[in-house]
C-alpha cells in the first residue's frame, strides 16, 4: 500500500492552523468502523512518536489542538492552532496490509 | 516507565552481520506484536519486520528478506534483529516499537554505519 504524503514541508506562523494529507493507494478499512490509519510526530532529534490512531482517535497526553479526519484512502490531519513545540515532520501510516508503509512525511516550521 | 531501549548498533563493513537488541520494560512484553522500523540519515521511517507474541509468525520487508533474522526471548522481555550481508543502504538509525497495529511505544533507536 503506498501512502502519500502532501504537502512535503510547511511553514505555519504561531497561532495558526495547518493541515496535511495522506492518501493511500487502497482502502484503509478492515472492519466496521475500523481503518488502519495512524499519524506520528518525530520532533528534531527524537523518536516518533503517536498521535492519532484509527484515523481520528487522539493519543493519551495528545493535545486536542491535534485532530485526525478521514475515510477510505484519503485522510487529513488538522492542528488547529500551530505551536512551537509542533515543529518536525509528521508521517502517516497504514497497517491494513503487510508491509506497514509510511508516508514520505511532511516537515513543519514555524515562521 | 514503559520503554523499550535498542543496542548493539555501531560501525560495520559491508558484508558483515550485526545483532540488534531490544529491552522492554513497563507492559507484559509476552503479550504484544513488536516491530523494527528503520530510517536512513534525513530520510523517512521504513517498516522492516514483525514477530508474533509467541515467535511463531514473523514478517519482513520485501528488500531485505534472506538477510533479515527477528527473533524473541519473551523470559528477558527481548526482542532482536540479525542483519547479515550488510549494505551501505541499510545505514540508519533503528528503531523497535511495540506493534498493536499502531506503533505506541517506541525506543530512542540505534545507529547501524555501513562503511568501509
Known amino acids: 500500500v503506498v501512502m502519500t504524503q502532501t504537502p512535503v514541508s510547511l511553514s505555519v506562523t504561531p497561532g495558526q492552523p495547518a493541515s496535511i494529507s495522506c492518501k493511500s493507494s487502497?482502502?484503509?478499512?478492515?472492519?466496521?468502523?475500523?481503518?488502519?490509519l495512524s499519524w506520528y510526530l518525530q520532533r528534531p532529534g527524537q523518536s516518533p512518536q503517536l498521535l492519532i490512531y484509527?484515523?481520528?482517535n487522539r493519543f493519551s497526553g495528545v493535545p486536542d489542538r491535534f485532530s485526525g479526519s478521514g475515510s477510505g484512502t484519503d485522510f487529513t490531519l488538522k492542528i488547529s492552532r500551530v505551536e512551537p513545540e509542533d515543529v518536525g515532520v509528521y508521517y502517516c501510516m497504514q497497517t491494513v496490509d503487510l508491509p506497514r508503509t509510511f508516508g514520505q512525511g511532511t516537515k513543519v516550521e514555524i515562521k | 516507565e514503559v520503554q523499550l531501549v535498542e543496542s548493539g548498533g555501531g560501525l560495520v563493513q559491508p558484508g558483515g552481520s550485526l545483532r540488534l537488541s531490544c529491552v522492554a520494560s513497563g507492559f507484559t512484553f509476552s503479550s504484544h506484536w513488536m516491530s523494527w522500523v528503520r530510517q536512513a540519515p534525513g530520510k523517512g521511517l521504513e517498516w522492516v519486520a514483525n514477530i508474533k507474541p509467541d515467535g511463531s509468525e514473523k514478517y519482513f520487508m520485501d528488500s531485505v528478506k534472506g538477510r533479515l533474522t527477528i527473533s524473541r526471548d519473551n523470559a528477558k522481555n527481548s526482542v532482536y534483529l540479525q542483519i547479515n550481508s550488510l549494505r551501505v543502504e541499510d545505514t540508519a538509525v533503528y528503531y523497535c516499537?511495540?506493534?498493536?497495529?499502531?506503533?505506541?511505544?517506541w525506543g530512542q533507536g540505534t545507529m547501524v554505519t555501513v562503511s568501509s
Open positions: 487502497q482502502s484503509l478499512l478492515y472492519s466496521v468502523g475500523k481503518t488502519a
Open positions: 516499537a511495540r506493534d498493536m497495529g499502531v506503533f505506541d511505544i
Open positions: 484509527e484515523v481520528s
